[in-house]
């Protein structure tokens, strides 16, 4: 008769229970950021002002944060004022010499008389010490209409001038400086009354003439260059996140055509 198995009791000891409590479970969405992570950039990386932030598609296909760089008053200043200071300086200069030097004309008109039985037209002219001839005209004041077109008007022959017909190109008449003579002689009788003619001079070149002079070939050498700094302040500028002075090439290289038509009218 077999014996009786002894029975080892077995005593399991099941895990504590573990309480959920879904009011504090929080569902979150990792946010990937792009960017530098000092204090400074933290600073204008503002998530709240979408104005200094652009999103883009990440290589993992997440949305990706990129801060945009800062528009800096001093990088648009120094893109835009060292070309424009180039060929703003001459225009300056151009300026200042052309408006003091425009009292350095004269004007003076002159009659001529007609010579008896004959079609010349003589009259006296004598131009001022340190002043030089720059031209000078006749206008016909007549009721005939084909003599009232005419024009007689003069062509500087050294210290003296030729009196040429404008229609023609023909040589009717003279002024000598060293007499002061003027004859008029085109073979048309334009009446008794006689004739006027208006001479213009100016003073010889002084400094300001050469002030003058000079700013405008300062001019030309600031455009170019200025031209070419705008260029390369607009790459600089954009490529190195400093819109600034990107923006300030732009505003000089569309300010040539301006310096360049008030240039021409002063010269």
């Not at 003076?108 to 010579?115: C, I, K, N, Q, T």
């Not at 790459?235 to 002075?245: L, Y």
């Amino acid at each position: 008769m077999d014996e009786p198995q002894s029975e080892i009791p077995i005593e399991v000891n099941a895990p504590p229970s573990i309480e959920l409590n879904v009011g504090n479970i929080v569902s979150t969405q990792p946010t990937a950021l792009a960017g530098d992570t000092n204090q400074s950039s933290q600073n204008l990386f503002n998530l709240a002002d979408p104005q200094n932030v652009s999103f883009v598609m990440g290589p993992n296909g997440q949305l990706v944060a990129v801060a945009k760089p800062p528009f800096v008053w001093k990088h648009f200043l120094i893109g835009g004022g060292i070309p424009f200071a180039l060929y703003g300086i001459p225009l300056l200069l151009m300026l200042i010499a052309s408006g003091i030097s425009e009292g350095e004309y004269i004007w003076e008109d002159v009659e001529l008389v007609a010579e008896e039985n004959s079609t010349a037209y003589t009259g006296e002219f004598a131009l001022e010490s340190d002043y030089r001839l720059e031209w000078c005209s006749v206008y016909i004041d007549t009721d005939d209409m084909e003599q009232s077109t005419r024009r007689y008007v003069c062509e500087a022959d050294g210290d003296d001038a030729s009196i040429l017909d404008s229609y023609t190109g023909e040589a009717v008449g003279y002024w000598n400086s060293q007499n002061s003579t003027i004859y008029l002689d085109a073979g048309i009788n334009h009446g008794d009354d006689g004739l006027n003619i208006q001479f213009e001079s100016q003073a010889e070149e002084g400094i300001l003439m050469e002030i003058l002079y000079d700013a405008e070939e300062l001019m030309i050498m600031g455009c170019c260059l200025g031209f070419l700094l705008s260029i390369v302040f607009i790459i600089a500028g954009f490529s190195s996140g400093r819109p600034g002075m990107g923006w300030g090439g732009v505003a000089a290289l569309a300010a040539i055509p301006v310096i360049g038509i008030l240039a021409a009218g002063i010269a």
